[in-house]
């Protein structure tokens, strides 16, 4: 169940999604929807019933103290509103925890949301680790299944088969409703995909912008994602197998042009990506950099 409050009305609103855990590699895309939201101030219009969609023993609650009094903050997904005078358009934001079961029931209602309130596009964010240098741009892919939408933004068109996570399963139940559905990718180098990657973040917000049409400041991302590049080589340097392994992708992607590389290439990583995610074989991972 969806619990709505007052939802002012919307001007010819985009819904952008990103969800925590499985699609969601170096926090890049929930560090998008964090950052809009921070960016304009954005306000509380929904929440899903946790009870409805998580397991506990795997999201658990958080107890805190506020105004002296201990409160339980339950893990699960929440819908804001941005309304802002210097944006064209206003935007749904959600932000969330991939469901734990009910995945269909769980999409639906976030569908009917999107429709209630004149939605008629969802970009869904995502991010995956893949065998690509920090030293080189991130890089995004987007997808959708209509040929408008394709020939309008110069997208890939969806093809990948597989294993699926929730930004998945919310996109094909957009597009049965009728419902314009985007999904971006952007890809974090697997070595260093374990923590946060403002990297990753700006380069999902660089693509947004060319989505919806609204400009996005970066406030201290571009500062924080230099930050975060020189963290990683200086790591890297001080292991000679990571900095050999480094080197290597840089070559294969200077070699093959990976940051514009087709969808397919992407792809390629993404079914690499779960192959890993899903072998219990114990065959040997890339090296990381560890802190």
Do not use: C
Not at 55 to 73: A, K, L, W
Not at 173 to 192: E, K, N
Not at 196 to 223: C, G, N, Q, W, Y
């Amino acid at each position: 169940m969806i619990e709505v409050e007052d939802v002012p009305e919307l001007r010819d609103p985009v819904m952008i999604l990103a969800f925590e855990g499985w699609n969601d590699a170096g926090e890049a895309a929930t560090g998008v929807v964090e950052h809009m939201a921070d960016l304009w101030d954005a306000q509380p219009v929904a929440v899903l019933d946790p009870e409805d969609y998580y397991d506990f023993q795997v999201n658990r609650p958080r107890v805190y103290t506020e105004n002296g009094e201990r409160r339980i903050h339950w893990r699960t997904t929440r819908i804001h509103v941005v309304q802002h005078p210097d944006l064209p358009r206003d935007l749904i934001l959600v932000r969330g925890v991939e469901p734990s079961f009910r995945w269909r029931a769980f999409a639906l209602e976030l569908i009917s949301f999107a429709t209630e309130f004149g939605a008629d596009t969802m970009i869904l964010l995502g991010a995956l680790m893949a065998d690509v240098a920090h030293t080189r741009p991130i890089p995004v892919t987007s997808y959708a299944d209509d040929e408008a939408t394709v020939h309008r933004f110069d997208l890939d068109r969806a093809s990948y088969e597989g294993p699926t996570g929730i930004v998945g399963v919310i996109a094909e139940a957009a597009v049965q409703a009728g419902i314009t559905a985007i999904s971006s990718w952007a890809a974090v180098p697997h070595y260093a995909g374990h923590g946060a990657s403002p990297k990753a973040v700006l380069a999902l917000i660089e693509t947004l912008e060319r989505l919806i049409a609204v400009p996005i400041d970066r406030l201290d991302l571009v500062e924080q994602s230099q930050e975060w590049e020189a963290t990683i080589t200086e790591l890297a340097n001080e292991d000679d197998e990571v900095h050999e392994y480094v080197e290597a992708l840089e070559q294969a992607q200077d070699t093959a042009g990976l940051p514009e590389a087709s969808g397919d290439a992407i792809a390629k990583e993404f079914e690499r990506y779960l192959r890993r995610h899903d072998d219990d074989s114990g065959g040997k991972e890339p090296p990381t950099a560890r802190s």
